[in-house]
């Protein structure tokens, strides 16, 4: 994911985010910034996606999550 800038913003993988049942991993992944076109960062996820499952073997669901200042602000706003 460190390749991988959608609309400018940086990829992060949440470790609290991971888990894995049956065959299936699930991460969930958030963006540094919200970004502008979110097509690109649906698009940058499903090019993580179909690389790890090409060179590692591995089924992964990336879980698009809101940038931090975000999730901060929504719970701010409660």
């Given at each position: ?10 990829l992060e993988a ?28 649906y698009e940058a ?9 090409e060179a590692e ?22």
């Amino acid at each position: 994911m460190k390749d991988k800038h959608p609309g400018g913003a940086t990829l992060e993988a949440l470790p609290q985010g991971v888990r894995h049942e049956q065959d299936w991993w699930y991460i969930s992944v958030r963006p540094s910034v919200e970004p502008e076109r979110r097509y690109e960062y649906y698009e940058a996820l499903a090019d993580v996606e179909n690389a790890l499952e090409e060179a590692e073997h591995l089924t992964v669901l990336l879980l698009p999550t809101a940038p931090e200042n975000i999730e901060a602000e929504q719970l701010s706003a409660r």
